[in-house]
């Protein structure tokens, strides 16, 4: 496992990080949830992009991923991708039958709002390779899911196996367990949007947008935030196709939520937060419009002030592991990374580690967890090469994106028209 992280970069491996546990903890949890986190079963896509793209940056994916194992979970992933509602959905004649008064376009446009990627299986859906399961009024996407999905699919699809390997199918079981399959084609190596219906996805993003300019979660009426208008930049920057996002009403209500001292809240008026502002830099970044920020200096001040070791997320908060990539993030999109105190920042992730299970926890001498491990990694990603002696050999991260400059390299990454 340490020859493998070697060949993602040319710094020697220290001697406090362990490779081959932090692999062995991510690999765990793509087939099994501790009993503590069985609640997030219905988060199974985001489980899953924590653990691939953790392994994908200690440069051990294709190590411990077989490619017939990256098929498999390629299949799963497509089978929980909800498109073409309309023409194969109970949904529509029981909207039709209920609401006499709407037209056909109206209904059609509620249910297209379903359309993305669902959470998992958690509903009890058979497995369908082809997404042909049978739906109801309460399937629908979420738009955090299906951001997770895609990235999910583009690291798997890029990863850099043997001409051999990619030609090869299994029959084996999905993450979690859940059934068993054969994959009859290779799916790895295919570009994303061969595999995805980006139309569709497209469309079911663009109606969540509100009139504020924010997102919703699903098509249900859910939060709508910062967090979510992220999400549809990130999703729409990845299939090359803008059209999923009011670019001026999403620009509005980014500016419209910079708070008094510089950081971005979740919408206007609350307190800024290190990972409201995050996805407030980053979908202005995806977007092209960084120029937009009305007081640029000010909010990298609030976020270079947010390092009291490592970063807390909101002022006068204990530092944690997963700020490292929020503020850390923004601070490396903004232009301001070489401000940070690298050497100080993961020397406090460092003491994150579990050096017994692999993994990190958000504070020292607490329980890892998937989405602390995979932040506290990527914060080393960006931060490492910033020291004196070059950090650990971790692939390089694309800040906007939350995946390898390996994985994104092939996304078409287009900007959107200018207004």
């Not at 042909?132 to 399937?139: K, L, S």
């Not at 850099?160 to 199918?169: F, N, R, T, V």
């Not at 000010?298 to 270079?304: K, M």
């Not at 910033?386 to 650990?392: F, I, N, R, S, V």
Request: overall charge negative; glycine content about 8%.
């Amino acid at each position: 496992m340490a020859s493998a992280a070697v060949e993602a970069g040319s710094a020697p491996i220290r001697p406090t990080f362990d490779f081959e546990k932090h692999a062995r903890f991510f690999r765990h949890f793509l087939h099994h949830l501790p009993a503590a986190v069985e609640g997030f079963d219905s988060n199974r896509q985001m489980l899953l992009y924590f653990c691939l793209s953790g392994l994908d940056v200690i440069g051990a994916l294709e190590k411990v991923i077989t490619v017939e194992e990256a098929n498999q979970i390629i299949e799963w992933m497509l089978a929980c991708q909800i498109t073409e509602l309309p023409f194969r959905s109970p949904i529509l004649p029981k909207l039709l039958a209920s609401k006499p008064e709407l037209n056909r376009a109206l209904i059609n446009d509620q249910v297209v709002s379903h359309c993305g990627f669902r959470p998992g299986p958690w509903l009890g859906h058979p497995f369908v390779p082809h997404a042909n399961a049978p739906m109801h009024e309460f399937d629908t996407g979420h738009i955090a899911m299906t951001y997770s999905a895609l990235c999910v699919l583009q690291i798997l699809t890029t990863a850099h196996y043997q001409p051999q390997q990619a030609a090869a199918g299994t029959a084996t079981t999905a993450p979690g367990g859940d059934v068993t399959h054969q994959a009859h084609s290779p799916l790895v190596g295919r570009p994303l949007r061969e595999l995805v219906d980006a139309g569709a996805i497209c469309r079911g993003v663009r109606a969540l947008q509100l009139e504020n300019g924010s997102f919703r979660g699903t098509c249900f009426p859910s939060e709508s935030d910062m967090r979510f208008v992220f999400c549809a930049c990130a999703i729409a920057s990845m299939l090359g196709d803008w059209s999923c996002v009011d670019i001026d009403r999403a620009t509005d209500f980014i500016v419209r939520s910079q708070a008094f001292d510089g950081g971005f809240a979740q919408e206007p008026g609350l307190e800024a937060h290190g990972g409201s502002t995050y996805c407030a830099v980053a979908a202005l970044y995806l977007m092209g419009r960084l120029n937009r920020i009305g007081d640029r200096e000010r909010l990298v001040q609030w976020l270079l002030a947010r390092q009291v070791s490592g970063f807390q997320g909101r002022v006068n908060k204990d530092p944690d592991s997963c700020y490292s990539w929020w503020i850390g993030g923004a601070l490396h999109m903004l232009g301001a990374a070489d401000q940070v105190d690298a050497r100080m920042l993961v020397s406090f992730i460092e003491c994150c580690q579990n050096h017994d299970l692999g993994g990190f926890s958000k504070h020292p001498d607490t329980q890892p967890d998937v989405l602390h491990g995979y932040f506290s990694l990527a914060g080393i990603a960006l931060y490492g090469p910033l020291m004196e002696d070059g950090g650990y050999p971790l692939r390089a991260l694309d800040p906007a994106l939350g995946i390898t400059t390996r994985a994104a390299e092939s996304l078409p990454r287009v900007l959107p028209p200018s207004s």
